[in-house]
Structure formats: C-alpha cells, structure tokens
C-alpha cells in the first residue's frame, strides 16, 4: 500500500477539472484520504521545484505554480505511484497518449494539469511540503506525530 502526491494545478482548477480528474483515480480503485484547495507561496513552490532550479523554464514555473489555487491531494492505493504516473501520461502534453490526463486536456508542457510524485521518497518529501502533520495524522499517512512517512 502506497500514498501518494497528486496535485490538480492552477490551469486544471481555473478550467474545472477537479472533478473529472478525481473521477479517473476514484474509478481505478484509489482511495483520497487527504485534500485541500490552496494557493502556494513562493517559497513552497521553489522547494517542490528545487530539482529544477538551474532550468531555463525554473522561473516560468514558479510564477505559474503560484499564479492560483491548486487542489492538493493525498491517495492512497497499491501500486499508487507507478500507475498514476501512468494515468497522468508524458510530462510534455504533446507526447502524452490520448486516454491520460495531460493527453486528453493538455497541449503546453508549461501547463500540463496535473503534478504526481514519481517515487516513493518525492512522494514523502511533497507530502511533508504542501501537508501539516495534523493533515498527515488525519490522512492515514502518520500513525502518530513522531512517525515518519
Ligand atoms: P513531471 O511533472 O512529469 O514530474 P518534471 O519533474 O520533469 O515533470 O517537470 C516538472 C514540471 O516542469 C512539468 O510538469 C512542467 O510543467 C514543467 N516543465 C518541464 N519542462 C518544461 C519546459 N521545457 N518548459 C516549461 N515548463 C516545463
């Protein structure tokens, strides 16, 4: 059993998508233990994208992550992370297969709808970013507050 990051993005929540994509993760047999609408500080969004700070685009993203409310998300399932990255398709819009998320709703890489971690310890590090641990206690995620993920 595994939990998960999943955070619908400023794009996804401005074109109401939340819904249908919560649909597509509920209908494949996750389970969300854990969700909030926020809109993300600076600093937040420099730590989630801190694997991308010398990129070109760094900037970009930061301004975009942060230019609205995301609906951030913690799931819960087996096999979680290997098959939503599956779900979420191909980071670029423009290589990801009809039937995935950013393949039926994207075009743009800069704004691809959705972010998922992509490892159990991104999973732990993201969920530790955008979550208290009052949230992760709640969630399932913490059995108690000395635990770790
Ligand atoms: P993923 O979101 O699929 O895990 P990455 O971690 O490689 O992908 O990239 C993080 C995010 O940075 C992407 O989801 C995308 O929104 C953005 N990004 C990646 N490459 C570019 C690019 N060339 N131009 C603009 N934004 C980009």
Do not use: C
Not at 38 to 67: C, N, W
Not at 95 to 122: L, Q
Not at 142 to 148: E, K, Q, V
């Amino acid at each position: 059993m595994q939990h998960t990051f999943l955070m619908v993005k400023p794009d996804g929540v401005r074109r109401q998508l939340i819904g249908n994509i919560v649909r597509r993760f509920e209908n494949r047999g996750f389970v969300l233990v854990g969700a909030k609408m926020m809109t993300i500080s600076r600093e937040q969004a420099e730590r989630h994208y801190g694997q991308h700070k010398e990129k070109p685009f760094f900037g970009e993203l930061v301004d975009f992550i942060t230019s609205g409310p995301v609906f951030a998300m913690i799931w819960r399932g087996d096999n979680l992370i290997e098959v939503s990255r599956i779900m979420m398709g191909k980071t670029n819009p423009l290589e990801a297969a009809p039937g995935t998320i950013r393949g039926d709703f994207a075009t743009y890489v800069g704004e691809n709808v959705i972010h998922g971690s992509d490892s159990p310890e991104s999973a732990e590090r993201e969920l530790e970013n955008f979550f208290s641990t009052d949230e992760l206690l709640a969630a399932g995620v913490l059995s108690s507050a000395t635990d770790r993920i």
